[in-house]
């Protein structure tokens, strides 16, 4: 088994009276056990001018990676994606989706986390704001 | 306006052949602005038992009107098989199981006309659901803004 850590560290000196700080270290493992995760795409860096959706995960059984031989099963897998673009005024973004459903906008030097289980069709999108090249890199780790 | 960070830190020694380490820090800003902080912030921790799906953050008309908002999402319990499904609409984004966290923005958005109980038209809640046992959960929102309920005297 391999050992991966995400740790993630918040804060601020001025969002509230005090200071503000929080950070966590979670080990990734296989659903419902301590041993590690073993597989990963590898870190993935694209760019592309489309305003429609890209599919930038596919889980789908043909093609992409399929987290689930079993698309019903609760898995694990962990993506991180980062918008690599400057933040310029901060219109400009990149709508992350999944399957059809909006998650949230990464604007140009955001990052996000976040546990994805997969299943056919389940797959991660964006959509770029504008036709600006979009550069993002990620990268998923999976059981 | 307010300095909010949020700092990854991913790392394997043997997940591959080579190691792997990545580091980035963003820093939380309204949306349409070159660099003006979010200034708002809810902080939560919460006992969710099992049964059937809450809502854990409300969606509301502020959230979709300023869409820079980010969500921090941590399970505290320790038991390996303990774990929590979050979702959004009626889609299942991923199980955080004993340990873990995620870190994503939320815009809120919106493609379905609203109603009293539905003020972004959307019903793009932050839903959970509790499996194998009641579990701890902190989660955090940072934003520009809630739509706020009038308060009512029954």
């Known amino acids: 088994m391999a050992t991966t850590t995400a740790t993630i560290t918040l804060g601020s000196g001025d969002i509230a009276d005090s200071n503000f700080s929080v950070s966590n270290t979670a080990t990734l493992t296989t659903a419902g056990t301590a041993t590690g995760i073993t597989k990963t795409t590898g870190l993935t860096r694209v760019t592309t001018s489309a305003t429609s959706n890209v599919v930038l995960l596919d889980s789908s059984a043909t093609g992409g990676v399929q987290v689930a031989a079993n698309a019903t099963d609760i898995d694990k897998g962990k993506v991180f994606i980062q918008n690599l673009n400057d933040r310029g005024d901060g219109t400009k973004y990149v709508t992350i989706l999944l399957t ?4 949230g906008r990464l604007y140009g030097g955001d990052f996000m986390f976040f546990p994805w289980d997969g299943g056919d069709g389940n797959d991660v ?3 770029p704001s504008s036709t600006t090249d979009t550069t993002l890199e990620y990268i998923l780790f999976y059981q | 306006m307010a300095t909010t960070t949020a700092t990854i830190s991913l790392g394997s020694a043997d997940i591959l052949s ?3 380490s990545l580091s980035s820090t963003m820093t939380l800003y309204k949306d349409g602005t070159e660099s003006t902080g979010l ?3 809810n902080y939560h921790r919460a006992d969710i038992p099992t049964g059937t799906q809450f809502v854990l953050i409300s969606e509301s008309a502020a959230l979709n009107t300023n869409p820079a908002n980010y969500v921090y999402i941590c399970n505290k319990n320790t038991d390996v098989t303990h774990y929590v499904t ?5 889609e299942v984004i991923g199980s955080l199981y ?3 966290w995620m870190f994503i923005p939320f815009n809120n958005a919106t493609t379905a006309t609203a109603g009293s109980d539905d003020p972004s038209g959307d019903d793009t809640d932050i839903a959970i659901q509790a499996f194998t046992a009641t579990n701890t959960i902190e989660y955090a929102m940072f934003h520009s803004g809630e ?5 009512t005297a029954s």
């Open chain 2, 18 to 20: 080579q190691a792997i």
């Open chain 2, 98 to 100: 004993a340990g873990d």
């Open chain 2, 39 to 41: 200034e708002q912030m």
């Open chain 1, 100 to 103: 059809a459903v909006e998650i």
């Open chain 2, 147 to 151: 739509t706020l309920l009038t308060h």
């Open chain 2, 86 to 90: 979050i979702s959004i609409k009626d």
């Open chain 1, 125 to 127: 999108e964006i959509t």
